[in-house]
């Protein structure tokens, strides 16, 4: 694993704000030769520090005009209900995370839908249907005045 040193942070806080930049712009940013910074992205990409580059989707132009989390709680706190329930969460596209967590409910989800109908159905039809559940919270967002996710 290639060491965290202040240039390698660098390299990685330019790139989380803009995967496509070039390597000439990102190696000016950085205060590196071309060749300097090429060598030390790519190490940071074969030691797994970097997992891969992501586009940034605006969610109201895809449709999307719902966003909530939601916390659930399980009935049952065995590894084949856990099992289950993330199968089945995998499966619906309105889940864009999920999170095992600690605390008095077992995940935390990050929902986007159309829009509140939609949302309802999801909440009602797709997650309260699912034998495991024994709980959920909804926690709707009103905005996001910081969001780094990528």
Do not use: W
């Not at 790139?15 to 030390?40: E, F, K, M, Q």
């Amino acid at each position: 694993m290639p060491k965290l040193d202040q240039i390698n942070s660098k390299i990685l806080q330019e790139l989380t704000r803009d995967g496509r930049i070039s390597n000439l712009d990102l190696a000016d940013r950085v205060g590196l030769s071309p060749s300097a910074c090429l060598r030390r992205v790519q190490e940071l990409e074969r030691s797994g520090v970097i997992k891969g580059y992501r586009a940034v989707l605006d969610p109201a132009k895809l449709g999307i005009g719902f966003v909530a989390y939601m916390s659930v709680g399980l009935n049952l706190h065995t590894k084949a209900a856990q099992e289950a329930f993330e199968t089945a969460v995998s499966r619906a596209p309105e889940v864009r995370e999920c999170h095992n967590i600690t605390g008095t409910v077992e995940y935390l989800l990050r929902v986007e839908a159309a829009d509140l109908a939609a949302y309802k159905h999801f909440h009602t039809e797709v997650l309260g249907v699912l034998p495991q559940v024994n709980s959920i919270t909804s926690y709707v967002v009103m905005g996001s005045p910081k969001d780094e996710r990528a």
